[in-house]
Every structure is written in structure tokens, then in C-alpha cells.
């Protein structure tokens, strides 16, 4: 087994931590349970550039976190992506683990099923600060007006909204809501907009409007979705939405 470990030896803190390990004892045995686990040998590299201090940790205690994982019906495959998409994952006690698993059940009315699905999608969820998602969650409610049913739906839908700058919410919210109209329900269906840049939606918008197409009320004829506003490529979106060319399109955003 050929691991790289020039990169981690670049960090003061890694190459003394790498000095005092032995390699038979400490080391080997970290990245045999890390390979077991489903970390592939060319991701081990990124992750160990990353999550050095694993190598610090007791053998014991991270076989012990991936059990409680398991306990709570984490497949195999779950875990591992969890693990290279938030390195430090292994290195929270399963006290840690377990409240936070608890405060997303809790805090969002979450089943367990969809507790560990958000988890699996976001394992940054189970590392990082709770306060922006605090913040917003806040935010959703109080300030945009969504009903707790509604936040649900959305960030099932699109976990990042819980760690999305507060900013970036707010702003993406005011234009789709204030400027174009389009009420809560409707912004409930799509959340996916709030992952989109608001300069797509602006541009698209302000040229939908200059075309006499923005109509975005389902009641009414030649509805337009907030899904077809922001998720096609331009050129499906000028021929099928705008019904005009993409030459029209760049013409137009050169006016703004």
C-alpha cells in the first residue's frame, strides 16, 4: 500500500506529529481502517492533508464511532462518503455524534429516516458550528415568513440552505419574492433557487420581462416555473422559455 505523504509533511504540525508515530504500530493501522472503511487509495492523500491528527487518535475509539454509526443504520457506502466529505468526522466522541444527530431530529421534526438522509447529503452538519444553522433557521421563519412544514420540505430538498450565508438567503429571497412576485408556495417547490447566483435569476428575469414572458402564476396560460427559470442551459432556456435566440439573449445582458 503506497500512500503520499510529502504533501502532509509540508505542515509543521504534521511532520512533528509524523516524527513521534511509528509507522508499523500507529500509522499503518490508521490507514488499514481508513482503506477497510472505503477510502480509496488515491482519495487517502486529500484526506490525510486534511485530517491529519487521525493518526493521533486511538484505534479503539474510531472503530467504536463507526459502530455507533452503523447502530444507527449508516450503510457502509454512507459512512465512508460521509467520512471523505467531512474529514474530521472520526474525530468527534459518539457523545458529540449522537447530540447532534439529536438536535437535527429535535430542532427540525425530522423522522430518522430523513435525519440520516440530510446527514449522509451534508456531513458537514455533524462537524461544523450549529450557529449559522441556528441563524438560519431563524431567518426562515422571521424573517422570510415560511412555515416550519415549509422549512422542512426545503432543506430535505436542499440541505445547504441550513449553512448558506445569511446574506445570500435574504438577498435571493427579496428578488424572487418582492421583485417577481412569486409567494411562498411557490418558492417552497423550488427551493433549489436559493442555491442558485442571483445574478442568473436577475438576468433571466429582467429578460423574460423586456420579452413580455415573465408569468410566473400557475393559474394563468404560459406559466413559467421558477425550475425552468433557473435549472436549463441558456440555450434551451432562449428557444423553449424566452422563445427567443441565445444571440438575442447576450445582446440584451450587454443593455444592463
Not at 428575469?205 to 425550475?227: E, M, V
Not at 425552468?228 to 435566440?245: G, H, M, Q, W, Y
Request: hydrophobic share 40%.
Amino acid at each position: 500500500m503506497r500512500v503520499d505523504l510529502s504533501k502532509i509533511e509540508k505542515h509543521p504540525d504534521a511532520a512533528n506529529l509524523l516524527l513521534r508515530l511509528d509507522f508499523e504500530k500507529d500509522i499503518k493501522q490508521i490507514l488499514m481502517f481508513l482503506k477497510d472503511l472505503g477510502i480509496e487509495d488515491n482519495q487517502l492523500g486529500t484526506y490525510l492533508t486534511k485530517n491529519y491528527a487521525i493518526f493521533s487518535e486511538d484505534l479503539e475509539n474510531l472503530k467504536t464511532r463507526v459502530a455507533y454509526l452503523q447502530s444507527k443504520n449508516f450503510s457502509k457506502a454512507h459512512i465512508a462518503q460521509m467520512v471523505r466529505n467531512a474529514p474530521f468526522l472520526l474525530s468527534f466522541s459518539v457523545e458529540r455524534l449522537d447530540n447532534r444527530l439529536g438536535f437535527f431530529q429535535k430542532e427540525l421534526e425530522l423522522s430518522v429516516k430523513k435525519t440520516r438522509d440530510l446527514v449522509v447529503r451534508l456531513p458537514r452538519l455533524l462537524t461544523g458550528s450549529l450557529e449559522p444553522v441556528k441563524e438560519n433557521m431563524k431567518v426562515y421563519r422571521l424573517e422570510l415568513g415560511f412555515k416550519h412544514n415549509e422549512i422542512q420540505h426545503m432543506i430535505t430538498k436542499v440541505p445547504k440552505m441550513l449553512t448558506a450565508s445569511k446574506r445570500k438567503l435574504t438577498e435571493t429571497f427579496d428578488y424572487v419574492h418582492n421583485v417577481m412576485s412569486i409567494p411562498h408556495h411557490l418558492i417552497v417547490r423550488f427551493p433549489q433557487v436559493f442555491n442558485t447566483r442571483l445574478f442568473k435569476v436577475k438576468e433571466r428575469h429582467l429578460f423574460l420581462t423586456y420579452l413580455g414572458r415573465a408569468q410566473y402564476d400557475p393559474t394563468k396560460p404560459n406559466y413559467i416555473s421558477l425550475d425552468k427559470l433557473v435549472s436549463l442551459p441558456d440555450e434551451i432556456f432562449c428557444e423553449e422559455i424566452a422563445k427567443a435566440s441565445v444571440q438575442d439573449f447576450e445582446k440584451f445582458l450587454k443593455t444592463l
